[in-house]
């Protein structure tokens, strides 16, 4: 039987994207597809989301939708059926989805993602004829009022499931916008939507969401201790059986080392050697000096204390005593990005940086280098290392979240038994980074052991089949109701 999902995302790639998330909104409901399940996807009307609209018609009104008259927008893009919310007032300003040009978070922020979620509930609940989803999939917590206004609408409503991306951003206000936001005064509980006295957009969706996941199994088991729980495994833990985790996949059309168009030449595990090529070209695009005694260690990542780029500018002196060169790309504080472009001019030739946000390079990186590093302090899943495994990267990555589950540790008992595909460490400190990088240098020494690990990650399923599989089962466990 073929179910129809609506996923509701702030951020979907390629129309919109910050991190992870726009990543598994553009590709997941592809990949359900082959599942038999029809999905469609509701997104803000950001200004890039309304310019790649394709085939756009107005399917709804909303007059007013918090102050200011809105449209439902049906239409197509990246090969995704979408509804885009186009409302001006809330939506058409420059820049970064969240803040503005000050790097502070739009004060209507509640108002522009409640407008989202409350939007989905009435799609939800059939507001468009023809349209009847059995399964409202919301996404972090930009969508994390849905399952709410379903659950308080008081009627026969569609399965509810609530993805954590990231515990890490919550969407907390004030419990003044109660009202403001449509909330009855019953939500305004703790079997509702208060969270430590104010409202939680994630919060009230990890409570009234049939089923809640999260990325990755261990991120899954993580977020139910207090370590990892950012305020919210207590809940977490009461709900028990509901809460489960799924891994990522990636796009592997995408990410494609044999058909790549941003590498200068194409290859597959059987032709690892024309790598050559895109080492070459990153070295030349970041200005990194050869020196074939020591592994390049590549970076792709938002630069933050989550992901643990600290570390590595504290192990940067290790790094470069071993020879090896470090090509990052990344963007995020601004403290980090400082420290990473004072460290790239004061060792020229050795780090090469490229601060910003570059599709393209973060292909070439993965083509081009051979380790990449991933040392988060915490980690939901992580896409990274799930690109450097299919483009032969060995992934060096701290044992957490969805990096313990994804790259097996190429350790002496692996290596014999032929499942390496990389290197995890204890924890993103510098002691635990540099002696990981010693294990990094000890392999490259090893060339015939460096290729295996290279084939066995290349080898590794990372495509979306086996996560669409278990979201189909998941939806159609809660559309039977
Ligand atoms: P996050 O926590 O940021 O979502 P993930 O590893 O889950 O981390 O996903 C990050 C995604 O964003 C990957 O697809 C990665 O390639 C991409 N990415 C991160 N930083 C950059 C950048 N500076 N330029 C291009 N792509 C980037």
């Known amino acids: ?26 590709a997941l409901p592809l990949a359900l597809t082959a599942e038999g399940i029809a999905s469609h996807v509701l997104l803000p009307g950001y200004p890039s989301v309304l310019a790649a ?12 939708l918090f102050g200011g008259t809105a449209h439902l927008l049906a239409g197509r893009a990246g090969g995704l059926e979408l509804f885009v919310l186009d409302a001006p007032h809330l939506y058409a300003r420059p820049g970064n989805p969240y803040s503005g040009p000050d790097g502070a978070d739009w004060p209507d922020n509640p108002q522009r993602f409640a407008a989202l979620a409350q939007v989905a509930a009435r799609l939800g609940l059939g507001a468009l004829p023809g349209f009847q989803p059995d399964v409202v999939h919301a996404h972090d917590w930009q969508a994390g009022l849905a399952p709410a206004y379903l659950h308080y609408a008081g009627t026969r409503r569609p399965g509810t499931v609530m993805t954590v ?8 206000c004030d419990r003044a916008w109660l009202e403001t936001l449509g909330l009855p005064p019953e939500a305004w509980s703790i079997d509702g939507v208060e969270s ?3 409202i939680g957009f994630l919060k009230a969706g990890l409570q009234l969401a049939d089923r809640v996941t999260t990325v990755s199994p261990t991120y899954a088991a993580e977020i139910r201790t207090p370590a990892g729980g950012m305020g919210l495994d207590g809940l977490l833990r009461y709900r028990g059986s509901a809460v489960s985790g799924i891994l990522n996949g990636i796009d592997t059309a995408v990410w494609d080392p044999a058909g790549d168009p941003f590498l200068p030449s194409p290859y597959t595990a059987a032709t690892l050697q024309a790598r050559e090529a895109s080492r070459a070209a990153l070295r030349a695009r970041l200005g990194l000096v050869d020196d074939p005694a020591a592994p390049v260690i590549g970076i792709v990542s938002r630069l933050s204390w989550q992901k643990g780029m600290d570390t590595v500018l504290e192990a940067l002196p290790a790094l470069l005593a071993r020879g090896m060169r470090l090509a990052v790309l990344g963007a995020g504080d601004q403290g980090l990005q400082n420290a990473f472009a004072h460290a790239a001019a004061t060792h020229p ?7 910003g946000y570059d599709e393209g390079l973060a292909h070439l990186i993965q083509a081009g280098c051979d380790a990449l590093l991933v040392p988060s302090r915490f980690e939901p899943c992580g896409l990274t290392q799930l ?3 299919r483009y ?3 992934p060096v990555v701290a044992r957490v979240g969805g990096l313990a589950d994804t790259v097996i540790d190429a350790n002496e008992m692996a290596l014999a038994a032929g499942v390496g595909t990389g290197i995890q460490f204890a924890s993103a400190t510098r002691d635990a980074l540099e002696a990981a990088l010693d ?3 000890t392999l490259w020494r090893d060339r015939e052991a460096w290729a295996r690990i290279q084939h066995n990650g290349m080898a590794s399923d990372v495509s979306w089949a086996g996560p669409a599989r278990r979201y189909a089962a998941l939806y159609r466990e809660v559309s039977v109701r």
């Not at 609209?53 to 007013?64: C, H």
């Not at 991306?165 to 907390?172: D, I, K, M, P, T």
Request: with cysteine; charged share 10%; hydrophobic share 50%.
């Open 165 to 172: 991306h990231n515990l890490a951003f919550q969407g907390q």
């Open 1 to 26: 039987m073929t179910l129809t999902a609506l996923s509701v995302a702030s951020e979907v790639f390629p129309l919109i994207k910050t991190g992870g998330l726009a990543d598994v909104a553009g």
């Open 53 to 64: 609209l394709e085939g756009a018609r107005t399917v709804l009104d909303f007059n007013p």
């Open 349 to 355: 030739g050795q780090i090469g940086l490229h601060l």
């Open 439 to 441: 294990r990094v240098a």
């Open 387 to 389: 690109c450097a495994l």
């Open 196 to 198: 430590y006295g104010g």
């Open 392 to 394: 032969g990267a060995m």
